[in-house]
């Protein structure tokens, strides 16, 4: 008896899913393409204090995608990187 109540309620509630289907979501495919077409801002801009620096395969790459590989690093840690880098290449 606890069984057949179960299916019942099973079949009730899949039913009323299969009727509505997803309705809350209101995007469609025509809006997700119109959103990959447009053209965004990716320019990474720094404060006075930082140096932006960038990182990737190269220039038109880099250019195209700065969001991706550039960041924004305090001076004091690139120049502490670069002294590291030139103590490496001298003491090899």
Do not use: H
Not at 61 to 68: D, F, L, P
Not at 75 to 80: A, G, M, S, T, W
């Amino acid at each position: 008896m606890k069984t057949k109540q179960t299916m019942k309620n099973v079949l009730l509630v899949s039913s009323i899913f299969i009727l509505t289907g997803c309705q809350s979501a209101s995007t469609s495919v025509g809006s997700i393409l119109t959103e990959t077409k447009t053209k965004r801002d990716r320019s990474v801009n720094c404060p006075t204090t930082m140096i932006k620096v960038c990182d990737g395969p190269d220039e038109e790459t880099i250019a195209k995608y700065e969001n991706i590989y550039c960041s924004c690093s305090s001076r004091r840690d690139v120049e502490r990187a670069l002294k590291l880098r030139m103590w490496e290449q001298i003491n090899k």
